[in-house]
């Protein structure tokens, strides 16, 4: 595990940027594996920066992203799609039809099968990933086995809560109790995994992810056995390190 300790976010994204963007760039038919969240979001804005003044084209990249809520259609404003879509494709020359995203409608069960099938044959070239303060990532909660992949998930407490503050004007009760989510296994196989982590809130994920024992009471300490993972720190979110 690499772990690079910068000043802030915008550092932090500044950083994250330039490690996608090298993907990108040596491969335009790479496949990248995507998160939301608030931590990204500048990142996905320099990119989209990226695309207007230097031209880096998505236009044979793949995207993959990791996770999406039950219950909401894609074009429902508060819907992982509807993020990225906003955050990053529209300003980007990608293929629509190159872009996955978890269905949070229609047969769960089938739409994990097909989604695991989909990452089967598709491999990630890159994966990235924030944290939740419980050490969550896609939408893997404490407690989630090292060897699942994508699955029907029951959203802990603390992170509907968290949730709420982000995407639901702060109404608890809007936020969906379920999600879809790649599983961990998915995510060790991705070629290179890169996961930002910013602010005090997360120092305590990021401790348990870098230097505690590896548990699944913290699913990001599994990538402590992944061969080329970077995680990004900024002074706060890396403080107990
Ligand atoms: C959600 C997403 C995760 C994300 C986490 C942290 O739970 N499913 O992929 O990492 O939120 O979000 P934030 O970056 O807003 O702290």
Do not use: W
């Not at 690079?4 to 496949?31: F, G, H, R, T």
């Not at 890159?126 to 992949?149: A, C, K, M, R």
Request: with cysteine.
């Amino acid at each position: 595990m690499k772990v690079i300790i910068v000043k802030d976010y915008e550092e932090a994204s500044q950083k994250a940027c330039e490690i996608m963007l090298d993907v990108v760039k040596n491969n335009p038919k790479a496949n990248l594996g995507l998160a939301t969240g608030s931590t990204p979001i500048r990142m996905y804005e320099l990119m989209r920066e990226d695309h207007k003044k230097n031209g880096t084209s998505y236009k044979d990249i793949k995207s993959f992203n990791l996770d999406e809520y039950f219950g909401l259609d894609q074009s429902h404003p508060q819907s992982y799609h509807y993020f990225m879509c906003h955050n990053l494709f529209d300003e980007l020359d990608i293929d629509m039809n190159n872009v996955h995203v978890p269905k949070g409608k229609g047969n769960i069960d089938e739409e994990c099968d097909a989604y695991n099938k989909l990452l089967e044959e598709n491999p990630i070239d890159i994966q990235l990933l924030g944290i939740g303060s419980n050490g969550h990532i896609g939408f893997n909660e404490p407690g989630t086995p090292f060897d699942s992949v994508t699955h029907k998930v029951e959203l802990k407490q603390s992170t509907i809560e968290d949730n709420a503050r982000l995407f639901f004007n702060g109404k608890i009760e809007d936020v969906p109790t379920q999600a879809v989510s790649m599983g961990i296994a998915n995510i060790m196989k991705a070629k290179k995994v890169l996961l930002i982590a910013c602010g005090e809130g997360k120092a305590k994920a990021i401790y348990g992810t870098v230097e505690g024992p590896k548990t699944v009471d913290i699913p990001a300490s599994a990538l402590q056995d992944h061969p080329d993972c970077t995680i990004i720190a900024d002074e706060a979110a890396a403080k107990l390190l």
